[in-house]
């Protein structure tokens, strides 16, 4: 069974084709949360309301995927997470190393073979002001459940994007490279999507250049070459977009070229697909109810798609 067809499902808006996924969280009562480093039931694992995580929004997350017991690109994912906490000059109480030691244990606790790990790191509990430096020390911790981002079908039949009105935080204000909690630029996208009737929703940067979905990286197929926005438009760096880069796209035959792109590019493009750890691969098929190609997943998208799920679920590279 492929994986995007996990069980548990992320929040989703009332309408159809949103309406598909089922509401809420359905976490097992067996699941068990590392918090601030011990293991307790996921009802017990509890953050303070003065945690500035919750209060602001300040800290920064890595979501992780695992195939067959394997935990994809774990140690790429620990580097941007200590490079977001950087960023935010937010110092973890945790080495790397540890971080590391309690995600395979996360798993293992859990016994999860094919799931998704939610890594988060808030500045921790502080007062009403916005002052960072005056909270405690950073609340970390780690859930292994699994998530679906989108429908299994829409994996066969493609997805329909609209272009959000909405533009993506310039890197001057708050970095998209930065993996931060703060999703709100995202999440008002994503709601002009669903407004729409559909999923995802693709934001331009200031200067009307693309950037990436709500929740994925963007590509696009033009004449036999694959192109996707440099990462000077304001993206956040990836994962899966480097690995298509750099493992996926020579392996199938291609070269990926980092480019400046406008609007017209989807629009005039052979092919389009998403990346993203929670997504993986994904055809879009339709931008605002225009054709992309011949309206369908096309072929170096389905290939890509097939590469990658044969190397995660071989041998997962976790480095
Ligand atoms: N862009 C944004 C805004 C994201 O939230 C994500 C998911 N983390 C991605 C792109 C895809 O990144 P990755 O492949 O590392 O999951």
Redesign the pocket.
Known sequence: MSSHSDNTMNNAGSESPAATLSKGHNAKSSLKIWLDGEFLDHEKAVVSVFDHGLLYGDGCFE?IRIYNGRIFKLRTHLERMFRSAELLRLKSPYTIDEIEAACRESVVVNEIANGYIRLVFTRGVGGLGLNPFLCDKPTVFIISDSIQLYPAEMYETGLRVVMAERRRFPINCLD?SI?SLNYLN?IMAKVEAIDQGVLEAIMLNNDGHIS??????IFIVKDKAILTPSTEAG??H????QYVMEELAPAIGFEVEERMMYPQHILEADEVFL????CEIIGVTHLDDQEIGAGQVGPITKSLEAEFRKRVENNAPED
Do not use: V, W
Not at 275 to 278: D, F, K
């Open positions: 979501g998209p993996k995202n990436e979905g709500t929740g994925d990286n993206i956040l990836g994962i899966t977009r990346t993203g750890t929670a």
